[in-house]
């Protein structure tokens, strides 16, 4: 089993968070993109974030949300509140 099907089983037996709902509704599904292993199964778990692909756990305050893309990245001295890739993006355009 992958770590996206351990997330989203997790997401969906342990959280009772029905990804269709969850959209429907407005909402965010807690499944995101994992900065240490690049693997869609990170999950929030509402007092922090686990991936389950590569077992990363991180404090709400050690990543946060790039304004561009949307992407989960680790926090750095910087206040660009956008992602390092994002950035680069701008930079060179």
Do not use: W
Not at 48 to 77: M, T
Request: hydrophobic share 25%.
């Amino acid at each position: 089993m992958s770590g996206k099907e351990k997330a989203k089983k997790y997401i969906s037996e342990i959280m009772r968070i029905n990804e269709y709902e969850t959209e429907k509704g407005g909402g965010e599904y807690p499944l995101h993109i994992c900065p240490e292993c690049e693997e869609e199964a990170m999950v929030n778990m509402g007092n922090g974030f686990k991936c389950f692909a590569c077992g990363e756990n991180y404090n709400d305050d050690e990543i946060v949300k790039c304004n561009d893309c949307g992407q989960y990245y680790r926090k750095n001295d910087e206040d660009f509140e956008i992602c390092p890739k994002c950035l680069e993006i701008r930079r060179n355009e």
